[in-house]
């Protein structure tokens, strides 16, 4: 049996391996490495706690058999799900963080003797405040990551969900939920406990149900914050530095990707945290319906493009993802190298449904990492560029971000696609994007509209190079 | 007068933040996806606490309530741990440089 300290010192231990292993992600040749880190970090932790409670009984046996029955399930996600689903995987992931830590916290209410924080009804204030919080923001993180989870799979609407005095609704709650903390503190009684539990759930659940689909990354981004400080309420009350260092990494790194991409989407960070976004007003989407000409051409003008230009950049957006067309693509750009043709990807920051979605299924498709560029690297690239070709991106290409500052995108960063020589546009219609706006470049004089499905089209291309 | 080891704690907890806040920072956003799942592995540690729970109980009491909740909290971190790592691992496996061959 370990002493206190001597396992207060293996957590501290592998607290820092998980600092090392968020650090090696500041590359990909050290990412493996960190990863490798992080996994001996959880591997540190989990034996030390066994030794230190150290009753080898009846007990291990279960609880064993529970650590491997999850570890199985885990194990078949990872390898099973495909690489255009890791925003659901994500999402679900999250909720099974903030269920853990809901988990945990009651156990501690219900039997605090095992955690020394006292006895039942006479549990320590301190301890009492750290378990509310992280019971709290485990119960928001859990039900909120539900409602991601079910729109990113589609099986609820993208849409979001609005109805009058919601976020009069919402202030209420969030201010009853600091009521009932406080007198749960004050009487220790379990029913208060339970209302706490409830009513964090139903805050978690509205909070998400406003915010649609293109939003997303946002939202990710948002609930891994929330996961992590849930993490850390919960290291509080067990007194475990381990928890405490790994809430906050956690804790911090959600609430950066949160800043990167609402700074992405131009909207603002506290807009955000408190959930009251997502109801962009949708009426300009009615406005300008005016007929204008667009230029549509097929694969095989596509193609003859290409051939022709000396240098190609590649926008793909969330429409790539939908249509798995990612290896498609890479063998139309394989073919376009052939023949001498400079390509490179640029990326917008809230391409996709989540933060870096984009450079992961490229990743899949074995494109090098060193032709793939963020938004600040290529945007002045595009000058030089032959031909843009836009595949399942809309939004993030629109110049109205930059010229007319009535549109509710003005002021997003965009790609600066329209000024290439060229512009292919792969799209199924003209319908407008998800920020409800008709995007100008359809109608450039330089644009040329493919429309088909991403991949068959991007197949279709590759036939004809 | 002693220090409350809360104080401590908080210490631990605060500088933390600031280390993740610039360790994060200098995570290149193509590898933003990885840094979500695996910012979703390690902070299932809280694991922890749930086998100091499922193991408070003897051979009696393993199935009361504080017991199965911890239990039950075991088996959701788990997946967490081990779904969150390999699929890290999966994807860090994908990013490749360019061959020099070409």
């Known amino acids: 049996m370990l002493t206190a300290n001597l396992s207060a010192i293996f957590y501290l231990i592998s607290g820092v391996l998980f600092i090392l292993a968020l650090r090696g992600l500041s590359s990909p040749e050290t990412s493996r490495q960190g990863n490798f880190f992080g996994i001996l970090g959880m591997a540190i932790?989990?034996?030390?706690?066994?030794?230190?409670?150290?009753?080898?009984?009846?007990?291990?046996?279960?609880?064993?058999?529970?650590?491997?029955?999850?570890?199985?399930?885990?194990?078949?996600?990872?390898?099973?799900?495909?690489?255009?689903?890791?925003?659901?995987?994500?999402?679900?992931?999250?909720?099974?963080?903030?269920?853990?830590?809901?988990?945990?916290?009651?156990?501690?209410?219900?039997?605090?003797?095992?955690?020394?924080?006292?006895?039942?009804?006479?549990?320590?204030?301190?301890?009492?405040?750290?378990?509310?919080?992280?019971?709290?923001?485990g119960a928001i993180t859990f039900s909120g990551s539900i409602i991601a989870f079910l729109k990113l799979q589609g099986i609820m609407s993208g849409s979001p969900i609005t109805f009058k005095g919601q976020h009069p609704l919402n202030a209420l709650i969030l201010i009853s939920i600091i009521v009932i903390t406080y007198l749960l503190c004050s009487t220790q009684s379990s029913n208060l406990f339970w209302i706490l539990l409830c009513i964090s759930f139903l805050?978690?659940?509205?909070?998400?149900?406003?915010?649609?689909?293109?939003?997303?990354?946002?939202?990710?981004?948002?609930?891994?914050?929330?996961?992590?400080?849930?993490?850390?309420g919960i290291g509080f009350t067990l007194e475990n530095t381990a928890l405490i260092i790994t809430g906050a990494l956690v804790g911090s790194s959600g609430?950066?990707?949160?800043?990167?991409?609402?700074?992405?989407?131009?909207?603002?960070?506290?807009?955000?945290?408190?959930?009251?976004?997502?109801?962009?007003?949708?009426?300009?989407?009615?406005?300008?319906?005016?007929?204008?000409?667009?230029?549509?051409?097929?694969?095989?003008?596509?193609?003859?493009?290409?051939?022709?230009?000396?240098?190609?950049?590649?926008v793909p957006g969330y429409g790539m993802a939908v249509a798995q067309a990612q290896h498609a693509l890479r063998e139309m750009v394989d073919t376009l190298k052939k023949n001498d043709i400079k390509v490179s990807y640029a990326i917008?920051?809230?391409?996709?449904?989540?933060?870096?979605?984009?450079?992961?299924?490229?990743?899949?498709?074995?494109?090098?990492?060193?032709?793939?560029?963020?938004?600040?690297?290529?945007?002045?690239?595009?000058?030089?560029?032959?031909?843009?070709?836009?595949?399942?991106?809309?939004?993030?290409?629109?110049?109205?971000?930059?010229?007319?500052?009535?549109?509710?995108?003005?002021?997003?960063?965009?790609?600066?696609?329209?000024?290439?020589?060229?512009?292919?546009?792969?799209?199924?219609?003209?319908?407008?994007?998800?920020?409800?706006?008709?995007?100008?470049?359809?109608?450039?004089?330089?644009?040329?509209?493919l429309f088909a499905d991403a991949k068959k089209m991007t197949e279709d291309i590759t036939k004809n190079l | 007068m002693e220090i409350d080891p809360f104080i401590f704690r908080l210490s631990i907890f605060i500088l933390s933040i600031f280390i993740g806040y610039y360790v994060v920072w200098s995570v290149t956003p193509s590898l933003h996806t990885p840094l979500m799942s695996v910012t979703n592995a390690i902070s299932s540690v809280i694991i922890v606490g749930a086998i100091i729970a499922g193991l408070a109980g003897n051979s009696d009491t393993i199935f009361n309530a504080s017991s199965i909740f911890g239990l039950l909290a075991i088996s959701l971190a788990a997946v967490n741990i081990f779904g969150g790592f390999l699929v890290t691992q999966r994807m860090l496996a994908m990013y490749k440089k360019k061959k020099k061959d070409k």
């Open chain 1, 255 to 314: 609430a950066i990707l949160s800043y990167i991409m609402c700074k992405g989407m131009n909207r603002s960070f506290f807009n955000v945290i408190l959930g009251g976004f997502g109801a962009t007003d949708q009426s300009a989407s009615d406005k300008n319906k005016e007929q204008r000409p667009v230029k549509s051409g097929n694969a095989d003008d596509a193609a003859f493009l290409m051939k022709n230009a000396s240098s190609v950049i590649i």
């Open chain 1, 45 to 137: 932790a989990v034996t030390v706690t066994f030794l230190s409670v150290g009753s080898f009984s009846t007990g291990f046996v279960v609880v064993l058999i529970f650590l491997l029955i999850g570890g199985l399930i885990g194990a078949f996600i990872a390898y099973k799900i495909p690489m255009t689903a890791m925003p659901e995987l994500v999402a679900g992931f999250h909720s099974l963080v903030g269920l853990a830590a809901v988990f945990v916290a009651i156990a501690a209410f219900l039997n605090p003797e095992a955690f020394n924080l006292g006895s039942p009804g006479k549990i320590k204030l301190g301890s009492l405040i750290e378990m509310s919080i992280g019971a709290a923001v």
């Open chain 1, 348 to 449: 917008h920051p809230v391409a996709g449904r989540m933060p870096g979605h984009m450079n992961v299924l490229l990743a899949e498709a074995n494109v090098p990492y060193d032709e793939v560029f963020e938004l600040e690297e290529i945007n002045n690239d595009f000058v030089n560029a032959d031909v843009a070709f836009v595949i399942g991106a809309n939004d993030v290409t629109n110049p109205v971000a930059k010229t007319d500052p009535q549109s509710p995108i003005y002021g997003m960063p965009v790609l600066d696609v329209e000024k290439c020589k060229s512009v292919l546009f792969v799209k199924r219609s003209l319908s407008p994007g998800y920020a409800g706006i008709d995007n100008d470049l359809f109608y450039k004089e330089n644009t040329l509209m």
């Open chain 1, 203 to 232: 805050i978690g659940f509205l909070l998400i149900i406003p915010i649609g689909g293109a939003d997303m990354p946002v939202v990710i981004s948002m609930l891994n914050s929330y996961s992590g400080w849930a993490a850390a």
